[in-house]
Structures are given as structure tokens and as C-alpha cells.
């Protein structure tokens, strides 16, 4: 039996199109899905984050990457300014945070592995 893994998340936006906007500026980012005024689905890299038009209600996503000052220098240029450059937080993990439009929590870390996991496989 394999072990469950996150494959993606829904947010309720305030705006989805000020939010699809937001989410297609990630680099690596691709809108699937766009029912306007009601629903999108964006796949980052291999998760998929959908996009519900309801009351704004904040989350806190978690994204891991290879190359977290590269990402900083990308969402940057791409016109989405992180809360601060990226940091070694006290409990060992370097990330930095991103607010989107509905003040829902992006946080970019750099990518480890699980507790336990095998690092041959």
C-alpha cells in the first residue's frame, strides 16, 4: 500500500480573477481550468490548487523547491513581492513567504526530504 500525498488544495477567493491572475505569474505555473466568476484549477509543478469564488478565508500553502533564491529572484521579476528575502527559520527550514490577493499564506522552501524516507528511491 503506498502512502497518501498531497495532491492539491482549494482556496476560497474573494476575486478569482485577480487570483487565476496572481497564480499564473508562479513560474511553473499553467491554468487548467477557468469557469469565470466560479472556479479555475492551476497545476504548480506536479499539485494542482483550485480556486473557489466564496468568502475570503486565509491559508497557508507550502511549496518546495530546488532553487529557493532563484525563485525569489523569479516571483520578483514577475511582479510578486515576497514578505522578505529567504531565511533559515529556528527549527532548520530556509523559506520565504508570499501573501496572495486574498491574504492567504504561500510559503517557499526549499525542497527535503520526508522524515524516514529512503533518499535510493
Not at 487548467?32 to 472556479?39: K, N
Not at 531565511?87 to 524516514?116: K, M, Q, S, Y
Amino acid at each position: 500500500m503506498r502512502d497518501a500525498s498531497l495532491a492539491g488544495l482549494t482556496l476560497h477567493v474573494a476575486d478569482l480573477q485577480r487570483s487565476v491572475e496572481f497564480y499564473k505569474r508562479i513560474p511553473g505555473a499553467a491554468l487548467l481550468f477557468h469557469q469565470p466568476d466560479q472556479f479555475a484549477m492551476v497545476r504548480i509543478g506536479t499539485g494542482r490548487l483550485g480556486l473557489l469564488k466564496a468568502q475570503s478565508v486565509s491559508f497557508h500553502v507550502e511549496l518546495e523547491t530546488n532553487d529557493l533564491d532563484g525563485m525569489y529572484d523569479q516571483l520578483r521579476l514577475a511582479g510578486i513581492e515576497p514578505q522578505a528575502p529567504p531565511a533559515v527559520r529556528p527549527w532548520g527550514e530556509r523559506d520565504f513567504l508570499v501573501n496572495d490577493p486574498d491574504g492567504n499564506l504561500i510559503e517557499f522552501g526549499e525542497t527535503h526530504e520526508a522524515p524516514g524516507a529512503d533518499p535510493r528511491k
